[in-house]
């Protein structure tokens, strides 16, 4: 049974920085894996991915500012936040899989605020 488990959120300034972690386990862990968000009352977005290859895609909105990637020999993914702004706040997920057979972590909570 695959579990995920986030960590690394919590409360920053405008400007600041995060990095989020998904640790993964039961599962071979080269395939597709990423983040989503989803704020109050919006439609939840995909923000980051990497494929099995290493290819990684990003939304418009945190290009140049957010970092996929991931440690394989600790089965663990990474999103690294730079330059936050209020509205990078949101609930972040990680998955792993691909969207016929996704695990999903339990979210953690990305709060951007002065």
């Known amino acids: 049974q695959v579990q995920l488990v986030e960590s690394g959120g919590g409360l920053v300034q405008p400007g600041g920085s995060l990095k989020l972690s998904c640790a993964a386990s039961g599962s071979d862990f080269k395939v597709i894996m990423g983040w989503y968000r989803q704020a109050p009352g919006k439609e939840r977005e995909l923000v980051a991915v990497?494929?099995?290859?290493?290819?990684?895609g990003y939304a418009d909105s945190v290009k140049g500012r957010f970092t996929i990637s991931r440690d394989i020999a600790k089965n663990t993914l990474y999103l690294q936040m730079n330059s936050l702004k209020p509205e990078d706040t949101a609930v972040y997920y990680c998955?792993?899989?691909?969207?016929?057979?996704?695990?999903w972590g339990q979210g953690t909570q990305v709060t951007v605020s002065s």
């Open positions: 998955y792993l899989g691909p969207s016929t057979s996704r695990s």
């Open positions: 990497i494929d099995s290859g290493g290819t990684t």
